[in-house]
C-alpha cells in the first residue's frame, strides 16, 4: 500500500515534444506529491510539487495533473529539450507518523533526441 | 532553494573498514535529515530518519548497527557505514526538510561509495 508505480520505465522524445511520465499510487493518505529530477552521478532535484486539493499546477514547462478519484498523477513536459535527458523519479508522503518520508516511484529514464 | 553538500562525493575503502559520510544544510537550518541509499539504475530507498538531538529512526531491513547515523547539531548529519562489504557500495544521498511544517525536502549530490 504504501507503493508508487511508476511508468513507463523509459521514454524517448524528439525535441520540442511533449513528455508524459505517470504515477499511480494507493495509499489514500499520500497528501503530498513531488517530482524530482536526477542526472546520472548527481542527488535529486525537486521539480515540481502537488497537493490533492488541486486537479493540476503548472511552472514553466513542467505540469503536474493530479486525479484524486483515480490516485493517479502524471507530469508533463512540454518542449521537451535534450538538456531534459535525466531521470525522473515520482514520490508521495503522508502525514502522521510517516511525515517527511517519501516513498519513491521507480523511475523514468527520458531521452531527449536534438 | 535551499544548499545541502555532502562530504565525500566518492570514497573507495578496503572490506572491513568504516567509512563516514556527512551531510550539511548550508544556508537553513535542518531538524530533520534523511538518508537514502540508491543501486545503479535504481530507485531511492530510504534508509533512516535523522532527528537532531535524538536516535535515528529506521525503516525495516536497515542494520541500525552497521549503518550508524548520528545528527548532532541543526546543520549536520553524519552515517557511518562500519566494517563495509562489497555489497554496501553504493550512492548514498541524504536530504533535509527545510521546514518542521513541510514535506518538502532538498537533496544533497550524494556519496558514491566503493568498497573493495
Known amino acids: 500500500q504504501q507503493q508508487v508505480k511508476q511508468s513507463p520505465q523509459s521514454l524517448i522524445v524528439q525535441k520540442g515534444g511533449i513528455s508524459i511520465i505517470n504515477c499511480a499510487y494507493e495509499n489514500t493518505a499520500f497528501d503530498y506529491f513531488p517530482w524530482y529530477q536526477q542526472f546520472p552521478g548527481k542527488g535529486p532535484a525537486l521539480l515540481i510539487a502537488i497537493r490533492p486539493d488541486v486537479s493540476e499546477k503548472k511552472e514553466g514547462r513542467f505540469t503536474i495533473s493530479f486525479n484524486k478519484s483515480a490516485k493517479q498523477f502524471s507530469l508533463h513536459i512540454m518542449d521537451s529539450q535534450p538538456g531534459d535527458s535525466a531521470t525522473y523519479f515520482c514520490?508521495?508522503?503522508?502525514?502522521?507518523?510517516?511525515?517527511?518520508?517519501?516513498?519513491f516511484g521507480q523511475g523514468t529514464i527520458l531521452t531527449v533526441h536534438p | 532553494g535551499a544548499v545541502v553538500s555532502q562530504h565525500p562525493s566518492r570514497v573507495i575503502c578496503k572490506s572491513g573498514t568504516s567509512v563516514k559520510i556527512e551531510c550539511r544544510s548550508l544556508?537553513?537550518?535542518?531538524?530533520?535529515m534523511f538518508w537514502y541509499r540508491q543501486f545503479p539504475k535504481q530507485s531511492l530507498m530510504l534508509m533512516a530518519t535523522s532527528n537532531e538531538g535524538s536516535k535515528a529512526t529506521y525503516e525495516q531491513g536497515v542494520e541500525k548497527d552497521k549503518f550508524l547515523i548520528n545528527h548532532a547539531s541543526l546543520t549536520l548529519s553524519t552515517l557511518t557505514v562500519t566494517s563495509a562489504h562489497p555489497e554496501d557500495s553504493s550512492f548514498y544521498i541524504c536530504?533535509?526538510?527545510?521546514?518542521?511544517?513541510?514535506?518538502?525536502?532538498?537533496f544533497g549530490p550524494g556519496t558514491r561509495l566503493t568498497v573493495l
Open positions: 544556508d537553513f537550518q535542518a531538524t530533520t
Open positions: 536530504s533535509a526538510r527545510v521546514w518542521t511544517s513541510s514535506n518538502e525536502q532538498f
Open positions: 514520490a508521495a508522503n503522508a502525514g502522521g507518523t510517516s511525515y517527511g518520508k517519501l516513498t
